[in-house]
């Protein structure tokens, strides 16, 4: 008897434990937390017959109630999971619009709302997570930060760049200073190549910032390191050109006082579309055709007008002397002919058709009794050009070829003389 009573009892106490379990809600089980939901009501008003106030529950808890086009800001005090937000006609609340949110720690939401006779129409609603959005916007700060960062680091470059391109002692501590500070760094700089130097039985690019100018002793000296790029994939690049350096700075030598450069590429800049000489400057043309006679570039009588024996001459100078057609124009061009050695006689352009002889082709020249002419190539129209002829600056690099030989060989491989320069 006794135990029986205790059975009843024990299986009592389970059926009540399990209906508590039971009716215990689950959300007590969940992980929440505090929240705060920041409302956001922008109630819109409308005619008269669809005028009437709002009454707003959250979770079925009246928290206002809305005087008709009256906006309402509020902040509630909640735990995360799900919510509702309810609005409805006061008089009568079987018109009403009923709206599901999750809330995480901080959420805000925006809801723009107007009221119709037979229902309440919410033309926005939109519910963001603060805190994702303060993540979000503290991303976007530091993205921004990191980019004003690269823009103040371009601009001391830049300062430091210009400060090295005014130098006029090339021992001045500032040299040592930029490379300490740009070391090991991949670094872009715009200069020229004022001359190719022997070091140690090598050949180097010298490297000068800014554009090529033949006087010019200013500025730091770079020497451009080559033994890991190859040459020809620069194309045309010699003394004169003015090239963007892409790379790194490898070391100061305290002892030449110049910045040695190691390259991952070397491009051309630009090709100028000038010719060497401003026709409307006679009196430059006449000076320039008289220096370049007493050098041994005949170019016919000194006239003041830049014909094709002087462009022709001009070209043979710059071939002769290391320079490509794009370096040297006007006075500068004017002073290097004035400083250069005159060639022997019998290396000057004596027909109007062709440039100075190139002089180890001279005999070889006068045996075939046709003169030995500079022309630059095309190989994709097969024409052939004066370098000075305005084709040939329009001419893409990987088209051109410098040939220096007879007309009539070339003929005879096929190419045809340009109509423009008639070569």
């Not at 079925?60 to 800001?73: E, F, N, P, V, W």
């Not at 000076?287 to 043979?316: E, H």
């Amino acid at each position: 008897m006794n135990n029986t009573k205790t059975k009843r009892i024990i299986s009592t106490l389970g059926v009540f434990l399990l209906l508590l379990i039971l009716s215990f809600p689950m959300k007590a089980f969940s992980e929440e937390k505090p929240a705060v939901v920041h409302i956001n009501i922008d109630f819109v008003e409308n005619l008269f017959l669809d005028k009437y106030d709002v009454d707003v529950f959250f979770d079925g808890i009246k928290i206002q109630t809305l005087a008709h086009g009256k906006d309402y800001q509020d902040d509630i005090s909640t735990v995360t999971g799900q919510h509702t937000l309810v609005f409805s006609n006061i008089k009568k609340p079987e018109v009403q619009w009923i709206g599901t949110f999750s809330a995480s720690e901080e959420t805000t939401i925006s809801i723009s709302f107007l009221t119709h006779y037979k229902e309440i129409e919410v033309r926005e609603y939109t519910s963001f997570d603060d805190a994702a959005y303060k993540a979000e916007e503290k991303k976007k700060a530091e993205l921004k930060e990191a980019q004003l960062e690269e823009v103040r680091k371009k601009q001391q470059f830049d300062r430091d760049v210009n400060a090295l391109r005014n130098l006029s002692d090339p021992e001045d501590l500032i040299v040592e200073q930029f490379v300490e500070k740009y070391k090991d760094q991949t670094i872009k700089l715009e200069g020229n190549i004022p001359a190719v130097v022997n070091i140690d039985g090598e050949n180097k690019y010298l490297f000068r910032l800014g554009d090529y100018t033949h006087y010019s002793d200013k500025g730091a000296d770079f020497v451009i390191d080559l033994a890991k790029i190859d040459l020809n994939s620069t194309g045309n690049i010699g003394k004169g050109s003015n090239i963007t350096f892409l790379g790194k700075i490898q070391k100061y030598d305290n002892q030449t006082h110049r910045i040695i450069i190691e390259p991952d590429s070397l491009t051309k800049r630009y090709e100028t579309h000038l010719k060497p000489l401003d026709t409307s400057s006679p009196g430059l043309i006449m000076a320039v055709q008289d220096a370049l006679n007493k050098a041994g570039y005949a170019c016919g009588k000194p006239d003041g007008v830049a014909g094709k024996k002087t462009y022709a001459a001009i070209s043979q100078f710059k071939r002769d002397n290391g320079l490509i057609e794009e370096a040297a124009f006007g006075t500068a061009l004017l002073a290097m002919l004035r400083v250069a050695e005159p060639k022997e006689e019998t290396k000057a352009v004596v027909n109007d058709q062709s440039v100075a002889e190139n002089p180890n082709t001279s005999n070889r020249a006068a045996q075939q009794k046709e003169p030995v002419s500079s022309y630059v190539l095309n190989k994709n129209t097969k024409k052939f050009h004066y370098s000075g002829c305005s084709s040939v600056r329009r001419m893409k690099e990987s088209n051109k070829v410098y040939y220096s030989g007879t007309r009539s060989e070339l003929i005879k491989r096929g190419y045809s003389p340009c109509g423009r320069c008639n070569p």
